[in-house]
């Protein structure tokens, strides 16, 4: 007989409020030192409800840390020149020290050639193929990992969960999720499997693994029987599901089947209030982390 379990709840939203915190003391240590603040330009292109609220909930965390926000709003017909003008010019201005062009872009619009554009120096989302290949390489490290996983692994690290030698799964093989998540496990020495679209037995592999990080834009796909008994499961998927009862008409649900999981699982994160705070955290994490770096290289010339 097994008993069920209930899992201790991982809380992205008061782990990425501690990771503000200790960032805000970092921007004013810089502020003091070089009298500079870190800046991140955020760039939106389009009119999309999600996206507009994502660039306002970003804005608004910078503030709250002392990070300086440059925006620039664009017209969904605007062109692929005007654009790549724009992160150009971002580039080459000393006070960003970030650049984030929202996803996703208009159909007219090349994203990779536009994400290719960003200065390696500024690629705070970590989208640029030569952080991502540095992520792939052993030896190496990228100047930026990409927000959402690193913002997986900062969960489980900080809710002690051991990687080295454990099995994890990852369900999607996304370039800004899954994939770098996968990376970033096998970097800690997890033996790593990649779920997609064509996986056959995707239920069995989970259910063998100590670690899922379910990113597949499924919602509630990971049930109960996906999961072993004592696995950590990190739930990045954001799904909006018919509700007439809920305030906006709709509520928000993961890849994962909570109420499942969570019977089966130590340690879950629940959405909303799990991954997608720490996203917002590692963003700023990665703009302050890059400001470093330059202030330090400006002060040493
Ligand atoms: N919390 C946060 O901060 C963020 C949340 N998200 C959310 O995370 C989820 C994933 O996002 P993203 O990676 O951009 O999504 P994509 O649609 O780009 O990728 C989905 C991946 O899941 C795989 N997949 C789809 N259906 C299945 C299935 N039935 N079984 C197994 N694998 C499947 C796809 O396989 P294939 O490659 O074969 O097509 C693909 O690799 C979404 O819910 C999104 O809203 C995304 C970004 C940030
Ligand atoms: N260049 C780029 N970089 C990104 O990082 C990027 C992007 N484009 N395009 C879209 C996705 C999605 N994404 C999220 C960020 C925060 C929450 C988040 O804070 N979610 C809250 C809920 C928010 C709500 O209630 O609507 C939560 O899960 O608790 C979710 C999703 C970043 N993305």
């Given at each position: 007989m097994t008993i069920a379990m209930s899992a201790k709840l991982i809380d992205g939203k008061a782990i990425a409020e501690e990771i503000r915190r200790e960032l805000k003391a970092e921007v004013a240590e810089?502020?003091?030192?070089y009298g500079k603040a870190p800046g991140l330009a955020v760039v939106l292109v389009g009119?999309?409800?999600d996206s507009q609220t994502y660039v306002r909930n970003k804005k608004k965390a910078c503030e709250e840390v002392g990070i300086v926000s440059f925006g620039t709003d664009l017209?969904?017909?605007?062109s692929e020149e005007e654009l790549l003008k724009v992160v150009a010019d971002y580039n080459a201005d000393p006070a960003v020290h970030g650049i984030l062009v929202q996803l996703p872009l208009p159909k007219h619009i090349d994203e990779q050639r536009v994400l290719d554009a960003i200065s390696i120096e500024k690629d705070v989302d970590g989208f640029h193929p030569l952080?991502?290949?540095?992520?792939?390489?052993?030896?190496?490290?990228?100047?930026?990992?990409?927000?959402?996983?690193?913002?997986?692994?900062?969960?489980?690290k900080r809710s002690g969960v051991v990687m080295a030698g454990k099995r994890?799964?990852?369900?999607g093989r996304s370039n800004i999720v899954g994939m770098p998540a996968a990376l970033l496990l096998q970097r800690e020495d997890a033996t790593v499997t990649v779920i997609h679209s064509r996986t056959p037995d995707a239920q069995k592999i989970c259910a063998e693994a100590d670690i899922i990080i379910a990113a597949c834009g499924r919602a509630e796909m990971v049930a109960?029987?996906?999961?072993k008994e004592g696995a950590a499961v990190i739930d990045v998927g954001i799904n909006a599901v018919d509700d007439p009862s809920a305030k906006r008409g709709y509520r928000l649900v993961g890849d994962v089947n909570f109420a499942e999981a969570s019977?089966?699982?130590?340690?879950?994160t629940p959405v909303p209030g799990g991954v997608?705070?720490?996203?917002?955290a590692m963003l700023l994490r990665n703009c302050v982390d890059g400001a470093t770096r330059t202030f330090a290289a400006e002060a040493a010339q």
């Open positions: 810089l502020q003091q030192k009119e999309r409800k017209p969904e017909d605007v952080n991502i290949g540095a992520l792939a390489m052993r030896g190496r490290d990228p100047l930026f990992v990409p927000c959402t996983p690193k913002g997986c692994l900062e969960l489980l994890a799964a990852v369900v109960g029987d996906w999961v019977e089966k699982a130590s340690q879950i997608g705070p720490m996203t917002i």
